[in-house]
C-alpha cells in the first residue's frame, strides 16, 4: 500500500500541513455516531487528525492509526499543539489489531489506495476490531458519477516561507475502475531554488451497490448510503460516497472467505 501513496503522504507531508476536512463532514460522522450512541472509535486512515481531534473534543474515546509516518509525525505535532491527548500508531488497515471498538471510521477515499482484494482484507479486519453490531463508517469516490475520463489540476499553495506548486493529470479506467494520478511537486523555500519532485498512484473507485456486495460477504449490513456531508445519495451527481454498515454477529452472518 505504501508504495500507493501520493507523494503528500509522506515525503512531501508539508503539503497536508495544514488541511483540514471540512466541518460539515466531521459534524455528520459524529451525528452518526451519537445516532447508534458510539463511544470508542478507531480512526485506521487518521492522516493528520482530523477526524480524531474533532471526536477527541466532543467526548469520544478515539485511537488514530495510519500507514504514513509523515502524517503521523504532523498529527502527532498537531496533538501536541492543542493538548491534545490521544494515541496515534503506525499501522496498515489491513492488518492493524487494537482493540475491540463501537466504530471505526477510514475517511477521505482512504480505501481507494487498495486493490479491490486488499480492499476486502481490510474489511475482515475492521470486522475483527469491531464490537458485535459496531459500525464501519467510510467514504470513497464514486465510479458512477465520473462523466470525464481524464482530469487535471494545477493549484498552489504557501506554508510558511514554502511555496508549493502542485500539477496533477488523471486517467480513469472504466472498466476496472481505477483512476491513475502523476503528480509533479514544485517546491521553492524562500528565495532558494525550486525544486521539483515527481511521483504516481491510483485509486480504485467503487459504485454503491459494488461496496454494497463487498460489505455483505464479509459480515457487514449496509445501513444507508449517502453523500459526504449526509446529503441523499444521487447515483450520476454525488461524488463521494459514505456508506455506513453495521457488523454482523456471528448468529446471523458467517464471513466469506476469499480466495
Known sequence: MKKNLPLNY????IWSAEEDFPDSTNRYIEKILKKHSVKTVLDLSCGTGSQVFWLAKHGYEVI???????MLKIARSNAKK???EVELLEGDMRTTKVGSFDAV???FNAIGHLTKTDFEKAIRNIHANLKDGGLYIFDIFNLDCRKNDTMAMDVTKKIGET???KVQKSKLNRKNGVLSSNDCFYVQTGSGKTKIYKGKFS???YGAKEIENMLTRNGFKVLGQYGIDGAILLERKTV??????????PANHSVEPIA
Not at 509522506?10 to 507531508?13: G, I, M, P
Not at 488514530?64 to 509523515?70: A, K, L, N, P, Y
Not at 463521494?240 to 454477529?249: E, F, G, H, L
Open 163 to 165: 511555496k508549493i506548486r
Open 105 to 107: 471510521i477510514t475517511i
Open 10 to 13: 509522506n515525503k512531501l507531508s
Open 240 to 249: 463521494s460516497i459514505m456508506t455506513i454498515a453495521k457488523k454482523q454477529t
Open 82 to 84: 492543542e493538548k491534545i
Open 203 to 205: 485509486l480504485q473507485l
Open 64 to 70: 488514530g492509526v495510519d500507514i504514513s509516518v509523515g
